[in-house]
């Protein structure tokens, strides 16, 4: 009886070990991808050799960061999001790693209706800033 008992702790202590690992992992996957700091493990690697071969997308991988935080998105959808884009385009298919950011911001980017004409001026002009971003964000390709 002790023994079962004893076993089924250690497994307990196993796998919330391996649980607690993986989760460390992630989050330290999402700190890389919104610093743009990369470690030593072989995917940081991967990561590192790609965004340096291009400096540009680099500066792409910041801007779209510096906006998406800076309208209050939570961190852990905007690593996805920028994982999927990097994703896409490191399988190649003629895809362009900013105009897949744009189109991110796209999804990302919602407007209340305005209740007022000084709300409508508002959002014409951030429509208009997010055209421009965007397209700054596709030039870099």
């Known amino acids: 009886m002790t023994y079962a008992l004893f076993l089924a702790l250690l497994l307990a202590i196993l796998a919330s070990a391996f649980g607690l ?14 610093s743009g700091r990369f470690d030593q493990s072989a995917l940081g690697k991967q ?3 790609w965004f340096a071969e ?3 997308r680099e500066n792409q ?9 800076g309208i209050g998105c939570p961190s852990g959808p905007i690593a996805e999001r920028l994982m999927h884009c990097t994703m896409e385009a490191w399988r ?25 004409d000084a ?3 508002q959002q014409r002009l ?11 964000l596709r030039a870099l390709d």
Request: no cysteine; proline share 4%; net charge positive.
């Open 126 to 136: 951030a429509r208009e800033a997010l055209v421009k971003l965007k397209d700054m």
């Open 119 to 121: 709300q409508v001026e």
């Open 54 to 56: 291009r400096p540009s």
């Open 47 to 49: 990561f590192s050799i």
């Open 21 to 34: 690992r993986h989760f460390w992992m992630g989050r330290r996957l999402v700190t890389s991808l919104l």
């Open 61 to 69: 991988r910041a801007m779209f960061v510096r906006f998406t935080i």
């Open 92 to 116: 190649g298919q003629d895809v362009r790693f900013g105009a897949l950011l744009a189109q991110e911001i796209d999804k990302v980017v919602v407007y209340d209706p305005p209740r007022n």
